[in-house]
């Protein structure tokens, strides 16, 4: 091989490394700008999130950002808040809630203007049974406070005085709830006067407290947030999207199979249940 052809070859590789390299660069430029835009897409579905739950007035969340009509609502006789249309007793949607507890917020926030919408559209009959979840201080005297508040409120304001009470869930570990606030959170969605806020320190609906945990335990309530259609504890997509609720009323009403029965295990389904509902000493808090 001759001279200029050795040069030529030695100059080869030497180029296409160049060429490699300045393709390597490229890509890390690429890659750089596509991670930034996720990161900024990031902050932006954070913002967003932070706004809908640290953004209401009053030092309150906005927990369900529904201005739509509301289907009338009445007091069963278990103490459970019944919403639905006229003439709609089918099918059945049951919420088993804890105003206490974080996940049943973040139920509220995914899904509490669906929830609305189907008993206004005349496509469910919904039924809240809140009871009291937690065993341990300061969380157990917050949660039945807040129930007791809410049985005392009533009917055709509950829904209302109901995501009150959500927006202003205290952090886990601090008291809160307490009655001189529930009275005050009544105060802004209408609910007022003496005989509530007598009901309120006197914590006179306790006992409905109570019969609803019990109530809940009965039914199988092992974990929250607990949802169930025609008495079928519903999971998955349906806790997690609009679509996918609305899909599994929708099979109720044509009775088609759909959700599986309630189960007695709740590991990994937000908050464990108490044992065995009954009463539980209250803490007086003001």
């Keep these: 091989m001759g001279r200029a052809e050795g040069q030529h070859a030695a100059r080869g590789p030497r180029a296409g490394d160049r060429t490699l390299a300045a393709a390597r660069q490229r890509r890390r430029r690429a890659l750089v700008v596509v991670l930034a835009a996720v990161a900024g897409a990031a902050v932006m579905v954070a913002v967003a999130v932070l706004a809908l739950t640290r953004g209401g007035t009053g030092g309150g969340r906005v927990v369900v950002d529904y201005h739509g009509p509301l289907a009338p609502a009445v007091r069963q006789p278990d103490g459970s808040v019944a919403m639905a249309m006229p003439g709609v007793d089918s099918p059945v949607l049951e919420l088993y809630e804890d105003f206490q507890c974080p996940a049943c917020l973040a139920l509220e926030v995914r899904q509490g203007a669906t929830i609305k919408q189907l008993a206004a559209e005349g496509r469910a009959k919904v039924v809240y ?158």
């Design 129 to 286: 049974r809140p009871f009291q979840l937690f065993q341990q201080e300061p969380l157990m005297s917050n949660s039945r406070r807040a129930a007791n508040a809410a049985a005392c409120a009533p009917a055709d304001r509950w829904v209302r005085y109901h995501d009150r009470i959500y927006s202003h869930q205290p952090d886990e570990g601090d008291v809160g709830f307490t009655n001189r606030q529930l009275v005050a959170w009544a105060g802004e969605v209408g609910v007022g006067g003496a005989e509530f806020a007598r009901c309120v320190g006197r914590y006179e609906r306790i006992t409905t407290v109570d019969q609803a945990t019990a109530h809940a335990g009965k039914a199988g309530v092992s974990a929250t947030p607990f949802l169930t259609v025609d008495g079928r504890r519903v999971t998955g997509d349906a806790l997690g999207s609009a679509d996918g609720l609305r899909k599994a009323v929708g099979k109720a009403a044509k009775g088609a199979p759909g959700s599986r029965p309630p189960a007695r295990t709740g590991a990994g389904q937000g908050h464990a249940a108490p044992g065995g509902g009954g009463e539980a000493a209250l803490r007086p808090v003001p």
